[in-house]
């Protein structure tokens, strides 16, 4: 590796001290973290406050950061890739789980499949990128009813179910149970199916899926990230939960959410 500017990398320790902390720091925590001395500290934070990545609070002498700090991560923000950070998150989660994990988003035929892993487990169920996925029965379903634009989502909702050949008196039955579904989801922040179904109520045994939402700075749902899996023991499910969580978590917050 190149050899780089020391003071450089020691600088920026004390920036990101700054940027993973909750609130303002003193001069003696922002020290510490960064594993200098406060004096030290004091002669890169003034440099830090001369370039706008840092400032101090003119009363209290507490540092936090600075207008240009700001700027730049608004500016980083605004020309990320969202589909392809959600894409190599994808990857890195299919890596870690070996099962199939799909990313999908909404258009004006409803959910589309815009992106997929292949996992090592052998799949029955063919899940093309351009194909779209059932509002009524899947797990990524129940995060655009919970996260989704609502209009769209119940207009598209209302089709499916007489696409499907639901009788009239069961489809207020079955809207009332996915809404409370999809209330679930929003306050779990996750969606999971166990066995996988198709629209017509015949289910996969053997096979579960478990989806997360994708929000970006507005809050707004951009993708849901979702694994399918063979089923076994509680704690894969509860694992594969997590993952699929903590990913969506980790690209939402790189959007700004």
Not at 14 to 32: D, F, G, H, N
Not at 160 to 165: R, V
């Amino acid at each position: 590796m190149t050899k780089g500017i020391q003071s450089v990398v020691l600088g920026f320790r004390l920036l990101q001290a700054i940027v993973e902390a909750r609130a303002p720091l003193s001069l003696k925590a922002v020290s510490a973290l960064g594993g200098m001395s406060p004096s030290k500290a004091r002669m890169y934070l003034v440099s830090l406050i001369q370039t706008g990545l840092v400032s101090q609070n003119a009363d209290t002498g507490l540092y936090g950061l600075g207008p240009y700090a700001l700027r730049l991560g608004t500016r980083a923000i605004q020309r990320m890739d969202l589909m392809s950070v959600a894409t190599d998150a994808m990857q890195a989660l299919q890596r870690k789980t070996g099962a199939l994990v799909l990313l999908c988003a909404w258009d004006t035929r409803g959910i589309i499949i815009v992106s997929r892993a292949e996992g090592g487990e052998d799949q029955p169920l063919l899940y093309q990128i351009g194909a779209t996925a059932s509002l009524i029965s899947t797990a990524t379903g129940l995060i655009f009813l919970g996260f989704g634009p609502h209009e769209q989502t119940r207009l598209r909702l209302a089709e499916e179910l007489a696409e499907a050949g639901i009788p009239k008196g069961e489809r207020r039955k079955r809207t009332e149970a996915l809404e409370a579904l999809a209330a679930k989801a929003r306050q779990d922040r996750f969606a999971e199916v166990d066995p996988v179904a198709y629209v017509s109520g015949a289910t996969l045994t053997g096979y579960a899926a478990t989806a997360a939402p994708i929000l970006d700075g507005a809050g707004r749902l951009r993708y849901a990230l979702t694994i399918v899996y063979r089923t076994g023991p509680a704690q894969r499910k509860q694992a594969f939960a997590r993952l699929a969580l903590e990913t969506a978590d980790q690209v939402s917050h790189l959007a700004g959410s």
